[in-house]
């Protein structure tokens, strides 16, 4: 058997042979977001149990906003925003680590003037998100009404 190590080089937060992909080709709950899956999802790398993926949010995008059963880490690489965790709104910054355990409703924001870039960890085999259906719902998710004011849906 072939050994499947590898290097997959980067050209500025790019990845030359794999493919840019839009972060959701349906809905409305997110904004100029494209993501790269750069390990975990090829037949040749059927040996790991996560995926490894790279987003990037746009000036002024965010992610959807959403809860689900798994955990995953992100690491933030590039620029700075913010972020809708358990409640509350919190800062980021490059090489802050975030870990967001199952069920938290999180939301990333490019908001400070550039895009947010970040790696995400999270299983290979994984729930779907749950998000908002309603106004009544994102007001179950996030009572604090400063808070739901960031979220967008």
């Known amino acids: 058997m072939k050994n499947p190590s590898k290097i997959i080089r980067s050209e500025d937060l790019a990845w030359p042979g794999l ?11 997110f904004r100029d977001v494209s993501r790269y899956v750069l390990f975990g999802e090829r037949e040749d790398e059927s040996g790991l ?46 090489m802050d680590a975030v870990y967001i355990a199952p069920e938290t409703v999180h939301q990333f924001h ?3 003037g550039e895009p947010l870039g970040f790696l995400c960890i999270v299983d290979r085999y994984r729930d779907r998100p749950e998000i908002p259906k309603d106004e009544k719902e994102l007001e179950e998710w996030i009572p604090d009404p400063e808070v739901r004011k960031k979220a967008r849906i």
Request: glycine share 16%; net charge positive; no cysteine.
């Open 110 to 112: 490019a908001d400070r």
């Open 19 to 29: 493919e840019r992909k839009d972060y959701k080709t349906a809905g409305t709950g």
């Open 49 to 94: 149990t996560m995926q490894t993926r790279y987003f990037e949010i746009g000036e002024g995008g965010y992610s959807s906003l959403e809860r689900h059963r798994h955990p995953h880490t992100v690491v933030i690489v590039k620029g700075r925003g913010s972020m809708i965790l358990d409640g509350r709104v919190a800062g980021l910054e490059s």
